[in-house]
């Protein structure tokens, strides 16, 4: 049964010893953010703050909600123990069967227990951390669903955007022109000079969050795909000033409208690169007309950096999903495929059956497929390994390279490939023009080559002993004085 609120998946985490609860008072002054990042860095249970300096006790900061995959196995409702391959086929299981949302009466959302409006909004009531030191201000939204509508289609976005507090009634945050609601604001809205009205529902439940964060296709309703993975509709529910809903059970929701003229300064901010590559500039200011909330709110937080957080969770379970059905559908003989968390999705492995296949310069296609898809054009790395190779184990990837992969024959360099701005090995023109190159690495052995005499025998446990030799060994493993397999 899926979680109905934050809260029940909060105590789901704590019954897997996921989850710590922080009594002693903590800075929202960049202590809570280094914290935060530690936890990530260490993938270690998520911190719940209990005491905010300077903010009343009933004011908390969840922090790291989905930071590893067992945490995201729990948001499920599987076990934490569950392999990547399998969450991915449950992942991609589940969301081939939608399930759309339904709207709930007003008194029966949790989320409308305080309306502040007007006058009365103060977002400074909640206890938004300094995350980084260095960052321009205040992030509010950092782990939270982003509400848009299409003007003309009447198709709703859920995105993950950061958002900074301005002042007490705005914010001002990141809007990319491709970005989904980047679409609808700078095509649609801006042109015609219209405020474009928004609601941000912070402390979902955890899967409205997680889909939110994902790169889905244009014109997808998000509320169907998190009511897919939760096998249950997600409850939706009215906004007091926007023609919008937002998840009934949401802990702080924030409504409002984003000024078509209006732009402040934003940023800078530690990013999920790992690195502050974007300067502060001016940005889209997002005017808060009403917060509703919780009785004792939580607030959601992620603190983006090196890996492993939560932005490379979200992209390696729903970005590896969606490069295997398009090499599938373009008739490659494609095994697995793995945008690596290590890597903040800048890397993907992808193991074919290229013997099987018998296609010259199989890892060349491979590579225009995943380039030449929304979901994987900016991916600047691609690594081709052949089926023997786990492309969730970067130990194998890492030696494939060094052994399989010729020096100047197997790398295949692109320039002039469309990039991001976030990108920190980018120059100050390439990022302002979104320039960029890419790369292939061929790690599969050569058609041409005779597998018995030419390939050379892998020496490994599982490939340099008999099975009855692996199995005994496995079996006496602890009576060799080994308290673990792993």
Not at 270 to 276: A, Q, V
Not at 401 to 409: A, F, I, S
Request: proline letters at 7%.
């Amino acid at each position: 049964m899926a979680y109905r609120d934050l809260r029940q998946y909060v105590s789901a985490l704590e019954e897997h010893g996921e989850l710590r609860r922080v009594k002693r008072e903590v800075d929202w002054d960049l202590e809570a953010g280094a914290i935060m990042r530690f936890v990530n860095e260490k993938s270690l249970p998520s911190p719940l703050f209990q005491k905010i300096k300077g903010y009343p006790s009933q004011c908390t900061i969840f922090g790291c909600p989905m930071n590893t995959f067992g945490k995201f196995a729990i948001a499920m409702g599987l076990n934490p123990e569950t392999s990547r391959r399998e969450l991915e086929d449950i992942y991609r299981q589940r969301i081939s069967k939608r399930v759309k949302p339904i709207i709930v009466d007003k008194s029966k959302a949790p989320c409308k227990e305080n309306i502040d409006v007007s006058d009365q909004v103060d977002l400074f009531k909640f206890p938004a951390p300094m995350l980084h030191d260095g960052d321009g201000g205040r992030y509010l939204c950092t782990w939270h669903v982003t509400i848009t509508r299409d003007p003309d289609t009447g198709w709703v976005n859920w995105g993950m955007y950061r958002q900074m507090i301005r002042d007490k009634n705005s914010l001002v945050g990141v809007i990319r022109p491709a970005a989904h609601i980047g679409v609808q604001f700078y095509r649609k809205y801006k042109p015609r000079k219209l405020p474009m009205p928004f609601a941000i529902a912070i402390g979902t439940e955890p899967i409205s969050s997680f889909v939110a964060a994902c790169k889905l296709p244009m014109n997808v309703n998000e509320a169907d795909i998190a009511g897919a993975l939760r096998q249950e509709p997600v409850e939706l529910v009215k906004c007091e000033t926007a023609d919008l809903e937002v998840p009934a059970t949401s802990e702080i929701v924030i409504e409002g409208e984003i000024s078509a003229t209006e732009e402040d300064w934003e940023g800078p901010f530690g990013e999920y690169t790992g690195y502050c590559t974007n300067p502060r500039d001016k940005k889209p200011v997002y005017h808060v007309k009403a917060v509703t909330y919780r009785d004792n709110p939580i607030l959601t937080a992620s603190c983006m950096g090196t890996p492993v957080d939560e932005s490379d969770i979200v992209q390696s379970i729903s970005r590896s999903g969606q490069i295997l059905a398009r090499l599938q559908e373009d008739g490659i003989a494609v095994v697995a495929v793995n945008v690596a968390p290590e890597c903040i999705g800048y890397l993907v492995v992808v193991s074919v059956m290229a013997r099987v296949a018998q296609i010259p310069n199989l890892a060349h296609r491979v590579a225009s497929c995943i380039w030449g898809s929304a979901v994987g054009g900016n991916i600047p790395y691609v690594i081709v390994v052949d089926d023997d190779v786990d492309v969730y184990n970067l130990h194998q990837v890492l030696h494939a390279v060094v052994t399989k992969c010729h020096p100047y024959r197997g790398i295949s360099r692109v320039e002039f490939a469309t990039g991001m701005a976030f990108m920190p090995f980018l120059s100050p023109y390439e990022r302002s023009q979104r320039l960029s190159a890419k790369v292939v690495f061929d790690c599969t052995w050569p058609l041409h080559w005779d597998p018995v005499t030419d390939v050379p025998p892998r020496t490994s446990f599982d490939t340099a002993y008999p099975k009855e030799i692996r199995d005994h060994v496995l079996k006496n493993w602890k009576r060799y004085g080994f308290d673990r397999l792993y």
